[in-house]
């Protein structure tokens, strides 16, 4: 007596009849079955972390396009020439699809485009925006800008610093879940970028 397909039955017979009259014709068994669908955690988390991707390109502006002369003259200096809210919006719907045992079993299953997910995120949003603001702290120093602009470009900096901590920290979860690091140069810097914010938002203790 088999399950229905795709069910797994659970071998308790309700009816409680004897072994020795199991299959013997013109007798009803009430069996229990359950069925689980593995890959609905998995989609659903899928759907989920692509919308708030695609949601994040869109606003994704390019030197060419005309909007990029409505931006604001730190958002061009800095290259935040997109939406930092969706950013946010982005890593923390990552961070909730790896929250609890299912998180546990997403990430198993989805390891690899996770972790391509993550470098993409660092590589594209992340990095040119932290080399930018490396470079403008510099020249700061140096008494190359002042002014108002100063001022306008320091506050984008505490702000892009901080929502950029919370970004760090989900691709670093998914990073050090990785058996075997393919771009060990890539991981070194980005732990390097990743233990500077730390120590600038005052969360020293986690930046060791």
């Known amino acids: 007596m088999r399950a229905p397909l795709g069910y797994t039955k659970i071998p308790i017979d309700l009816r409680q009849t004897p072994e020795d009259l199991e299959r013997v014709p013109n007798l009803d068994y009430v069996f229990l079955c359950y069925k689980t669908d593995k890959t609905i955690a ?7 972390i692509f919308k708030r991707l695609a949601e994040l390109e869109r606003s994704f502006v390019f030197k060419t396009s005309p909007e990029f002369k409505a931006l604001t003259e730190e958002q061009r200096f800095l290259s935040t020439t997109y939406n930092l809210e969706f950013l946010t ?3 923390r719907t ?3 699809a790896l929250l ?14 996770l ?12 990095l040119p925006v932290l080399q930018r603001i490396d470079i403008y702290v510099e020249m700061r120093n140096q008494k190359e800008y002042f002014g108002e602009l100063v001022d306008q470009l320091d ?3 505490i702000q892009i610093k901080t929502q950029f901590v919370e970004v760090f920290n989900v691709i670093h979860r998914i990073m050090t879940r990785e058996s075997f690091v393919d771009n060990i140069i890539q991981y070194s810097k980005f732990s390097i970028y990743y233990a500077g914010l ?7 203790r986690s930046s060791v």
């Not at 730390?198 to 020293?204: I, N, V």
């Open 42 to 48: 998995i989609v659903e988390r899928d759907l989920l």
């Open 155 to 157: 506050e984008h900096v």
């Open 115 to 126: 972790g391509d997910l993550g470098c993409m995120i660092y590589s594209q949003y992340l």
């Open 89 to 91: 919006e982005l890593s």
């Open 198 to 204: 730390l120590e600038e938002t005052g969360d020293f």
């Open 94 to 96: 990552m961070r909730e």
């Open 100 to 113: 609890g045992p299912l998180g546990d079993y997403y990430i198993e299953n989805r390891r690899d485009i």
